[in-house]
């Protein structure tokens, strides 16, 4: 297996998920793109580890870790969008503009 | 050692007196009448303790050198010493005794002054400084007390500050003595330079080529000038006399002035042919046309002043026609009826409450003491037998008689006819003061700068010893060099200061009402507006110079802050354009941060 | 290593190419959609495949984690969010914001620099693949005796993020202020 195709499919699914974070208006949609761009994170780690064959399993690991990360990091995410959501009645990204210049 | 005491002591009163005179603090009547009574002692003993050491150095009369400390600077060092020599005890005894008659007279003139503490201790401070000038053993040290000196008349000509045109006075004095000190510093640079010391001793006895010693020599006449009050640099001394009375009798007439002569008396081996000549022709200049101003003068202090400007003239027409000895004669005389002159008028200006003539008149009867010694002074000043003017001009008129100076014809009549202006002037300012009717008005509430109005017959006695006091050094004095009298000059002299003496008292005994300068005529406006030499200057120097400064301020406002604000609005500006930047959405601000990475990456990639 | 050419390409790497271009299209999908409830669709599909790709790399292990843990919780969890936050149903045109153009150019940008910095990093890098490297055995033996401490530290983190979201979802838990 050449390791320039996981790291290619990577880099794509990374930048796919850059321009959901970058475009997309609703905050949930941009969770998700988040949570895109940690699996391309993912997908590398897994194939250097492979290519590696590292005695650690350290990419493997990391991988755990930080899919263990990303679900707590979901759950922060929503109980915050639900909070927002609560008090702001909105969780369009570009209507919450209190701290821009007026 | 004795030279080092004589100096540090009046020093020490200075500090007392500036230190503890006030202790405790406080500012009711009683407490300032307590604070001036310290000062005056913290003024008088040690100036007395003073003036009695120099008397004691003047018995034993032998030169000797202390050398306290040389400072090594890494390139020429400096002795701080002191060095006495019979030219230096004879000036100190000058300085002691007018000093410590000015001390004595100003606790009666002040009293009651508010800032005498301060007055007394600024002219023990320049009592120190003067000293300090006189004993110098090295031309650094010497410079030191030469610029306290100029401080101290600055301080003590603003004394009543409150007046703009005292203070202005002040620093037109400090100014104009600052342009030549300059000179005098730099001439003290190439003399120290080109002899490899700055010890004076080193200096006469160095071997220095007459080019490098002409250069130097100038520069310091430019120095001696500004101090000396010689043309050009003159215009300072009149308008000093805004100063209280005897700080006019003491820096401006008796010691301060004459240190310009004493520095080139010291040097005077150093002195080559051409620079006497430059040095003769402003002497020859200034002593007329200086004589001539104070005859058209109606400010009886602003007389004494042109009178003072022409008499130092004298001294240096002397030097420049070689007769260093009778400069130096004259330069002691002149101190002490000078300074008695000007103490006399200080008691007239405090009996009338003015400083003009035509306020005064008819004071003979009430003011007896003051008139007896205020006509010594004149005698002495117009150079009557036997007071010691007499003496003393007959000495100079016969070094210039003999000089051997390619300009001899020129100092000599200048001289000539300086002394019958002189004789004119004084008998016009003695016969105003105290002949004729008096004219004493009840004048307002005294502005500050003029003297207060004193309410008694006659000044009082702390005013009226020291007067005496001066009378007989200014009386007698000519008979300790009566060895070197010669009969020709001295009835040459006499009879031409009779003559304009003479001149005078005819036209004023035609109509005593009458100013007797209208004798000038068409002349008198020029005369007292002091041949429009300050006129002169304001136009080439002082509009210039403040234009100039004029444009540095608009310059400063409108282009260095004008560039400060500039880029202050261009910032502000620039900001307001990313303000519109700063719009609250956070997806801007990340898609900005992301293709800033981006560009750094790619500039890296390329770059590395 | 470097010797295995490109041409012809082995049967796994046909496999992990197809997983890849699926999981690609998918993301594509999940960014571009009108409707959200899709997008969270395509998400599943996205993580089936990247899982897909990680069975391939032999990280079976992981793999299972995967299809459990993003496919299982995380989606569902976002599709709780979508629903909570009473998010339109149906078809929506004002899912993207003004921010496309921009956001599409770094994306591009993103996508172009990466994609040559590991082209030309690793184009000659080769992985032999051996089954087991990733089973829950090794990688079990392997986090129980060399990550034991982050292991530690990262349930004390889930447990902070548990307790943090309890709070910040709760009503009645009002702040000090």
């Known amino acids: 297996m050449h390791v320039v195709y996981p790291a290619v499919v990577a880099a794509l699914l990374f930048s796919i998920g850059v321009y959901g974070v970058l475009a997309r208006r609703n905050t949930i949609l941009v969770l998700m793109s988040v949570e895109l761009m940690l699996n391309a994170v993912n997908l590398n780690l897994i194939a250097f580890d492979v290519w590696l064959r590292d005695v650690l399993h350290s990419g493997q690991v990391l991988t755990l ?26 969780i369009e990204l570009d209507r919450l503009r209190d701290l821009g210049e007026p | 050692m004795i030279a080092a005491l004589i100096v540090v002591l009046p020093f020490a009163g200075a500090l007392l007196g500036l230190l503890l005179s006030r202790y405790p603090h406080g500012r009711s009547p009683a407490e300032n009448l307590a604070a001036n009574k310290r000062a005056a002692w913290f003024g008088v003993v040690p100036t007395a303790l003073s003036a009695a050491l120099i008397g004691w150095l003047a018995w034993e009369n032998t030169p000797s050198t202390n050398v306290l400390t040389v400072i090594d600077t890494g390139g020429i060092s400096i002795t701080v010493g002191l060095e006495v020599t019979e030219l230096s005890v004879l000036t100190a005894m000058l300085v002691g005794v007018v000093a410590l008659a000015v001390q004595v007279y100003s606790v009666g003139y002040m009293r009651g002054e508010s800032r005498y503490p301060s007055f007394s201790a600024f002219i023990s401070l320049f009592t120190s400084a003067m000293l300090l000038v006189v004993f110098a053993a090295d031309l650094m040290v010497l410079y030191v007390g030469w610029e306290i000196m100029g401080l101290c008349s600055y301080l003590l000509v603003g004394h009543w500050w409150e007046e703009r045109a005292n203070s202005r006075a002040a620093i037109k004095a400090f100014l104009v003595t600052r342009l030549g ?42 120095g001696v000038a500004g101090k000396s009050a010689q043309v050009p640099l003159h215009t300072w001394l009149p308008d000093a006399m805004a100063g209280p009375t005897p700080i006019s009798a003491l820096i401006h007439a008796a010691t301060m002035v004459a240190a310009g002569i004493f520095v080139v008396a010291r040097l005077y081996v150093l002195f080559p042919q051409p620079t006497l000549d430059v040095l003769g022709v402003a002497a020859a200049i200034g002593m007329l046309g200086a004589a001539l101003a104070a005859f058209a003068q109606n400010d009886l202090k602003r007389v004494l002043a042109y009178s003072t400007i022409s008499q130092l003239a004298y001294m240096a027409a002397a030097l420049a026609g070689g007769a260093r000895d009778a400069a130096v004669f004259h330069l002691v005389t002149h101190g002490a009826f000078k300074a008695l002159l000007f103490l006399c008028a200080g008691a007239v200006i405090h009996h009338v409450g003015s400083n003009l003539l035509h306020h005064m008149g008819g004071l003979r009867r009430s003011m007896p003491v003051t008139f007896w010694t205020m006509t010594i002074g004149y005698a002495a000043l117009i150079g009557l037998p036997p007071a010691s003017g007499f003496f003393s001009k007959d000495a100079i008129l016969y070094g210039l008689e003999r000089s051997t100076s390619p300009i001899q014809l020129l100092l000599y009549g200048s001289a000539l006819l300086t002394v019958g202006v002189t004789g004119a002037y004084a008998t016009r300012a003695w016969l105003m003061t105290f002949f004729g009717t008096g004219k004493i008005q009840a004048l307002p509430e005294p502005a500050p700068g003029t003297a207060h109005i004193f309410d008694g017959r006659e000044a009082p006695p702390s005013m009226l010893w020291p007067l005496g006091v001066l009378a007989v050094p200014a009386l007698l004095l000519g008979f300790t060099d009566v060895g070197e009298f010669h009969l020709a000059p001295a009835v040459t002299a006499l009879v031409v200061a009779l003559l304009g003496a003479a001149f005078v008292y005819v036209v004023w005994r035609g109509s005593p009402e009458r100013d007797p300068a209208r004798l000038l005529g068409a002349f008198r406006d020029p005369c007292e507006q002091a041949f429009y030499v300050d006129r002169l200057y304001a136009a080439l120097f002082v509009r210039p110079v403040l234009a100039l400064a004029r444009g540095v301020v608009r310059t400063d406002d409108g282009v260095v802050d004008g560039a400060v604000r500039g880029s202050g609005r261009a910032t502000v500006g620039l900001s307001g354009l990313l303000r519109h930047l700063q719009n609250g959405n956070a997806q801007l601000y990340v898609t900005g941060v992301l293709a800033g990475v981006l560009l750094i990456a790619v500039g890296a990639v390329m770059l590395g | 290593m470097s010797g295995v050419g490109f041409w012809p390409p082995s049967t796994l790497e046909v496999v992990f190419l197809l997983l890849g271009l699926v999981a690609v299209g998918s993301a594509l999908m999940v960014v571009t959609t009108k409707q959200l409830v899709h997008a969270a669709l395509w998400l599943v599909v996205c993580f089936g495949a990247l899982a897909g790709c990680y069975l391939v790399l032999t990280a079976e292990f992981v793999a299972w984690v995967q299809v459990l843990i993003y496919v299982g919780a995380v989606v569902v969890l976002l599709l709780f969010g979508i629903m909570l936050t009473r998010a339109p149903i149906g078809r929506s045109d004002d899912l993207d914001s003004g921010n496309r153009v921009a956001a599409a150019v770094v994306a591009v940008a993103t996508a172009g620099v990466l994609v040559s910095v590991v082209v030309g990093g690793f184009q000659h890098a080769y992985a032999d693949l051996q089954p087991g ?13 060399n990550w034991v401490l982050p292991f530690e530290a990262l349930s004390v983190l889930l447990l902070a993020a548990l307790i943090g979201a309890i709070v910040l979802s709760r009503t009645d838990i009002k702040g000090r202020g």
């Open chain 1, 65 to 90: 870790f930080v899919i263990v990360i990303a679900a707590a990091e979901v759950g922060i995410g929503l109980a915050i969008v639900l909070a927002v959501f609560r008090t702001r009645k909105a």
């Open chain 3, 133 to 145: 490297a990733g089973s829950a055995e090794t990688l079990g033996a392997s986090i129980f005796r």
């Open chain 2, 181 to 222: 000190d300059v000179g005098f510093l730099f001439g003290i640079f190439v003399l120290g330079f080109a002899a490899d010391s700055f010890r004076i001793s080193d200096i006469l006895a160095a071997d220095i080529p007459q080019s490098t010693l002409v250069l130097a020599t100038l520069l310091l006449l430019a």
